[in-house]
């Protein structure tokens, strides 16, 4: 039963209940202020009829919506159905007896006897009003049960034969108890709800008959519709009695925890009331004091900020705005906090603070190079900007009275370099060490694996957890508008639907825009020209195009042997020895120890491993220390393989014994983390004009093993080579290893010469390596990297390297100590690459042109 409409029926109940002969009229009227008494049937209190032949057999049937009508209860009904109020004007001037019987389903408009109960109540009516809308209001009492057994007539309204059911009067300490239970449940739930009048639980508790207990309190207790029709369908009153104790008990419960939950939530309205007075209390004491209460004390604070900054005209106005919203707001306000930080984040920016460079050149170069050994390229492109700014300060004046005939193109101040080489060579402490020399503070974020364009432009300011791109937080960090900003592994960009990073960094790297970079949080421009970015990269073939466009690369390659040298005598040792607590007299390296680890415990550009592996060799010597044990003060080549083990790279015959088949080359290759030497192996079984090419490879080296092929099949009669060699058998071709991807055609020559050795039966010559591209018709063309496959060639000792004629600019880039060391020759076809490589192919002037190159 809804609640409201609990509510009134008791409260209609109660007005009859107080006075049942005279006042009832006046509950009638109470129905409805504008109506006439002459719209009410007053009649004569009818006895109530018994059990005995005074109830008739027949009975018309007034179906019930949503309520169960009980014996010895007033229950009041609203009448709206034509049917039903043809039924009341029959019924009304006779002897008013009516069956009331309930419908099973209440949202049934005209209920059939399908849809109805089979056990209801007879009901007296006692009073009859209509009303002006034409529906028809009574008070009904009931008088007793009754069974339908069937129905005789639908039409007008339902009409059926009944059977009466009397009731069971049952007394006993079991009924008693079950009454007090009652009695006293429902008087608790009265407690529970206030819109239950004292009166109706005084009058429930005065009752001493059992069936009228149950009857009275199942008819004013909220339930659901099946329970109140079990308690009606019940024989015994015992059970009646426990299907209600149930009830009440079920009722209690859910009251109960209703009531807790309302407590909590007033405590919690009550506590911010209470806050919210004890503030105004505050405010109200501090403006008696002439003091500033929390709110208008930070607005103050930032208001003094905000002059103090000298901000620029743009952000000061937007810092003026918000801080005028933020004065209007109360502190309990949701986008007070957020504004809040908002002015935190703008007067916090160095908008105005800049470090002072230091102009002298000659200790800029004395810092770069007590930092790092070599990387002669990088030193002079920072001493040329130095040498620029000092010049451009010097004569600003002088600079400033020449006329300007280019009024769209802007002045830079700031440079942005990009540090492209392998692992290990020192990208990232080289940004350190030009701070240190032009004398700015120095920042550095890492961009590898970053997806989200939000983290370069930040989030706008309507996202909950808004913060500012990591330009602008970085900036903020380091306290400086023109610091060195490294952006580390700027190759290891990513993508998403989220947006594209290395786009947004489009404007950041950009000297024509970053001087207005805008980031989303911030919303206003922030000058970025003035910072000297420098990116990181170990390849530049994942960097888009346009953004790298925007940089000045310059390539870092590895290290020769010597130079690794001398980097591990001035700043790996030193620093392994501090980390791990040896002082230098108890130990020191010789350089044939430190060659002796180069060349057989690492295999890299940088000296990334090598600073490893001289650091495992002092934890070593530390432990025997610590043990005190003996140790040598000098570790020699034999105390490394000691300590070290077995040499894990390029035993001495290593190549000697991989070459000394028919079928192997040897070929120079580029990979990120520097050069490296490449075996290409070729073999040949029983078959038929088969070929296959295996090695992790790519569609480039695919294609570039093929054109070999055909160049090698096509030459065959003046190569010497069977021409049935190929109509008989299968070549497979591998490039170990096979779980490194490899790709380009830079190992053309490599592979033809691989299978010409295949079909001669001759092996290629051990000391040899070399690299270019070939064509069908035999020529050989430049390729890229030259320098790091040099440097690979020098790592593993070969003395000879094959080059394409083209290439021959790129050894202005390689170390002396190299070119000393190696024999370089330089070709143009085919046929001078096999002139070198077999002894039988005939003898060509290469010590010519080795005293060419070396001169």
Known sequence: MPASRWETQISDILEWIKDEQDELAEWFTDINNNTTTDNVIQTEQPPVPTLNSELPSELPILPLRGLVVYPQTAVPLTIGQPRSIKLIDDVAPTERLIGLVTSKNPELENPGPEDLYTIGTVGIIHRLFRAPDGTIRLLVQGVTRFRVEEYISVDPYLKARVTYIPENEETGLEIEAL?????????????LIPSIPRELVASVASLENPLQIVYTVANFQRMSLADAQAILEYDHVTDKFRKLVSILTREIDVLELGQKIQNEARSEIDKVQREYFLREQIKALQRELGELDETAAEVEEFRKKIEAQKLPEETEKQAKRELDRLSKLPTAAAEYGVIRTYLDWLVSLPWNK????????????????????GLQDVKERILEYLAVRKLRIEREIN??????DDSVRRSREGVILCFIGPPGVGKTSLGQSIARALGRKFIRISLGGVRDEAEIRGHRRTYIGAMPGRIIQAIRRVESSNPVFMLDE???????????????????LDPEQNSEFRDNYIEVSFDLSKVMFITTANTSETIPPPLLDRMEVIQLSGYTDNEKIAIAQQYLIPRQLKENGLFSSEISFTDASIQTIIWGYTREAGVRNLEREIGSVCRKIATKIAQNEPVEAVITPDIVHDLLGRPRFFEKDEINRRTSLPGVATGLAWTPVGGDILFIEATAMPGGKGFQVTGSIGKVMQESAAAALSYVRAQSGQLGIDPNFFLNNDIHLHIPSGA???????????????????????????DIGMTGEITLSGLVLPVGGVKEKVLAAHRAKLKTILLPRQNEVDLEDIPAEVLQSINFIFVEKIDEVLNYVFDHFGNSPKTKR????KS
């Open 179 to 191: 009454a007090r239970n009652v009695r006293e449940q429902f008087a608790h739930i009265a407690e």
């Open 354 to 373: 800049a470090t002072n460079d230091n102009f002298d050149v000659a200790h800029a170069r004395e810092i770069l190079d007590k930092d790092h050994y």
């Open 850 to 853: 080795a005293r060419k190159i």
């Open 490 to 508: 700027i190759d290891k960009l990513s993508f998403d639907f989220r947006g594209d990073p290395a786009s947004a960094l489009l404007e950041v």
């Open 399 to 404: 600079l400033q009275d020449q006329p300007k």
């Open 740 to 766: 490194q991807p490899k790709d380009g055609p830079s190992a053309g020559i490599t592979i033809v010469t691989a299978l010409i050795s295949l079909a001669s039966g001759k092996p290629v010559k051990s």
